[in-house]
C-alpha cells in the first residue's frame, strides 16, 4: 500500500512538473509575440519608422547572432536566456514593422488569427499525441532546406506567383513543425529537466515555438495580402 501510494504520489508530482514547465514555456512564447506585435505597431503603424540600408544590415546580423545563440545562453544561464528573448522579440518586431505600412489591417489581421489558430492546434495535437513525430520533423526539415534554395532562385526571377507558392508551402512547413517542436520540447523535460535549470529550457522552448509562429504569420501574411491586392 505504501509503495502504491509513493507511486501515485510521484505520478501527480510529474504530472504537476510537467504542466509547469508548459506553462512557462507557452507563456514565455506568448509574451515573446505581443512584444514583438507591439513593437511592430509602434514603429509601422503609428510611427512610420524606417530603416536605412546601414541600421537594417546591422540589425539583421543582430537578429541571426540571437537567433543562433539565445537557446544555448538560456540553457547556461536561464536570467539572460530569458533577456535576449525578450531583446529577440523587439528586435524581430523591428524590422518586421514594414508589415503595417506594407499590408492593409485585414490582411494582417486575418493572417494572426488564422496563424494562432493553426499554431493552437497542432501544439496541442504534438503535446498529447501518443505517436513519434520524429518523421515528420526530419521531413519538414528537408522540405525547409529545398524551400530556401527555391526561395533564393525566386529572387533572380522575381514571379510573384511562385512567390505565392513558396508562401503556402512554407506554411505546411512551419504547421509540421509546431507540432514536431511541441512534442520535442515536451520530450526535453522529461530527459533533461532533471539535468538543467526549468526556467533555461522553458526559455529555449519558447524560442523554439515563437520561431515557428512567426514563419507561420509571415508566410500567412504573404498569402492573405496576395489575396486583398495588398501586394
Known amino acids: 500500500m505504501n509503495n502504491y501510494d509513493q507511486s501515485e504520489r510521484r505520478l501527480v508530482n510529474d504530472a504537476f512538473g510537467m504542466n509547469r514547465f508548459l506553462t512557462k514555456t507557452y507563456g514565455w512564447m506568448t509574451l515573446s509575440v505581443l512584444i514583438s506585435g507591439l513593437v511592430a505597431y509602434l514603429m509601422g503603424g503609428m510611427y ?5 540600408a546601414v541600421a537594417s544590415i546591422v540589425g539583421l546580423i543582430l537578429w541571426m547572432v540571437l537567433a543562433f545563440t539565445t537557446q544555448n545562453l538560456a540553457l547556461r544561464n536561464a536570467f539572460a536566456g530569458f533577456i535576449s528573448l525578450i531583446v529577440f522579440s523587439a528586435l524581430t518586431g523591428g524590422l518586421f514593422s514594414y508589415i503595417f505600412m ?12 488564422t ?6 492546434v497542432m501544439a496541442l495535437i504534438g503535446v498529447t499525441t501518443k505517436k513519434s513525430l520524429d518523421k515528420v520533423g526530419t ?9 530556401i534554395i527555391v526561395s533564393i532562385i525566386n529572387i533572380f526571377l522575381g514571379n510573384p506567383l511562385f512567390d505565392l507558392f513558396i ?15 511541441s512534442q520535442k520540447i515536451k520530450q526535453s523535460f522529461n530527459e533533461y529537466g532533471s539535468e538543467v535549470s526549468e526556467n533555461g529550457l522553458a526559455i529555449s522552448g519558447a524560442m523554439i515555438l ?4 512567426i514563419n507561420l504569420f509571415i508566410h500567412l501574411l504573404s498569402i492573405f495580402g496576395f489575396a486583398n491586392n495588398d501586394r
Do not use: C, G, P, R
Open 115 to 120: 496563424t494562432t489558430i493553426d499554431f493552437a
Open 139 to 147: 521531413q519538414a526539415m528537408a522540405a525547409l532546406f529545398a524551400l
Open 210 to 213: 515563437y520561431m515557428d509562429f
Open 167 to 181: 508562401s503556402f508551402i512554407a506554411v505546411i512547413i512551419f504547421t509540421a513543425f509546431t507540432a514536431y517542436d
Open 48 to 52: 512610420h519608422v524606417t530603416f536605412n
Open 102 to 113: 506594407a499590408y492593409s489591417s485585414t490582411a494582417i489581421a486575418e493572417a494572426f488569427l
